[in-house]
């Protein structure tokens, strides 16, 4: 696999983050194994596509919750959330605070951003 390839799943990824990218999709678009597609994409990211997904997601969930005024659970519903619930859940693991606090405090943080080191 090249890093074309990989590169092209990354895109893919970032395309698709509003609709819950599954590692299926992303393999059956690139044409190679899930289990090959896991391990390249850890390899050259250096996370699995799993947590790539979900820093992600959350990264821009918290950009969304600075930059604009709407509802968390609008945020949350957005970037694939199943419930506001589950996005406060994800989000004070990541960021150490609700997205209410976070939205109020507007702390510095370090955004995960797209990968591009390949």
């Known amino acids: 696999m090249s890093l074309s390839t990989v590169e092209k ?6 395309d698709n983050l509003g609709d819950n990218p599954t590692l299926g999709k992303m393999a059956s678009y ?15 990211t250096g996370v699995t596509f799993k947590e790539y997904v979900s820093k992600r997601k959350l990264s821009l969930a918290a950009k969304s919750l600075l930059e604009t005024d709407d509802r968390i659970i609008d945020v949350a519903l ?4 199943s419930s506001n619930e ?14 209410k606090k976070f939205r109020v405090n507007r702390p510095e943080v370090d955004y995960y951003e797209r990968c591009v080191n390949f």
Not at 86 to 99: D, I, Q, V
């Open 30 to 44: 690139v044409g190679y194994s899930e289990y090959y597609c896991s391990s390249k994409f850890h390899e050259v």
């Open 86 to 99: 589950a996005f406060s859940r994800a989000f004070c693991k990541e960021y150490g605070c609700s997205p």
């Open 78 to 81: 957005n970037f694939g959330f």
């Open 9 to 14: 799943m990354v895109k893919w990824v970032e």
